[in-house]
């Protein structure tokens, strides 16, 4: 993963913004949990409502309750399970095990796997609410945040293609995570939507299947997230969609280089916290 940490724009030294202040008045937060080759993103809204999108693999399971946990996270107002293969899905088995859970999004695609089965059973044990997300529907979630469903399930497309994708607007901050659509499902959302964001969760781990130079282009994001493992059996991220970043010189992190990720904003500025690295502010 060498050519990854080559070209992730150096970090800027730690400096006097009002972090801690700005942390206990009205702040968005988007964690990106270090699960190795999956999702899991947690979001605290400004009104203090918790957001948990996917889940990881199986074996993360253990990671995203921890994490959560270190948190001080006992409840999760809203479950969203971007689609059901099983590095989105897996981890939450042990979420719904060790937290209680509002309400479950679902995009509503039934799969025939074990790990699936496995999280409807866990489901329907903790009689947790679950709502099928529908296609431009607007939740009603937090007053202070718009949270906006770009895609959900069609039964004639894949399981990346159905893949809920969430755009998320606080006053001037926007964040776009798109689960793993793949290239033609970015066509079709650039046609239909608006997508400029300051900051693009990479889809499908960087896969070769998403993130043409047009899309990226479309959302034009100041932050890129990766989310994979390292040394991963996919060969996650392909070097074109690593070009196509390096040509746009968007600031780029990864889970596999940064550990957790987290972007903070107070709805006009905004900054990135990283595991393994220090704060780098996106404002001025």
Not at 205 to 223: C, Q, R, W, Y
Request: overall charge negative.
């Amino acid at each position: 993963m060498k050519r990854l940490a080559m070209i992730v724009i150096c970090m800027l030294s730690m400096m006097a913004w009002p972090i801690q202040a700005a942390a206990s008045a009205s702040m968005l937060e988007v964690h990106f949990i270090d699960v190795g080759q999956g999702d899991s993103i947690l979001i605290k809204t400004p009104s203090d409502k918790v957001i948990l999108v996917d889940g990881g693999p199986p074996d993360a399971g253990k990671t995203v309750v921890d994490y959560l946990n270190k948190q001080q996270i006992e409840t999760i107002d809203l479950l969203v399970a971007t689609h059901p293969d099983i590095d989105h899905i897996g981890g939450l088995i042990d979420v719904m095990k060790h937290f209680t859970i509002g309400n479950i999004l679902d995009n509503g695609k039934f799969h025939v796997t074990k790990t699936y089965l496995m999280y409807v059973h866990q489901i329907r044990k903790q009689m947790i609410p679950v709502y099928e997300a529908d296609k431009n529907e607007h939740i009603q979630f937090d007053p202070y945040i718009d949270l906006h469903i770009l895609n959900a399930d069609d039964d004639s497309l894949t399981n990346n293609q159905s893949s809920i994708v969430l755009k998320i607007e606080y006053l001037q901050q926007t964040i776009l995570l798109p689960g793993d659509i793949d290239k033609e499902m970015e066509h079709e959302l650039m046609i239909s939507h608006e997508m400029e964001a300051n900051v693009l969760k990479i889809p499908h781990h960087g896969s070769d299947t998403s993130s043409t130079m047009a899309f990226i282009e479309h959302v034009n994001p100041k932050a890129t997230i990766l989310s994979y493992g390292q040394e991963n059996k996919f060969g996650h991220p392909v070097e074109r969609v690593i070009g196509n970043l390096q040509r746009l010189q968007t600031a780029l992190y990864s889970t596999a280089i940064h550990g957790d990720i987290v972007w903070m904003t107070n709805g006009k500025q905004s900054v990135i916290q990283t595991e393994k690295d220090p704060l780098e502010f996106l404002d001025e």
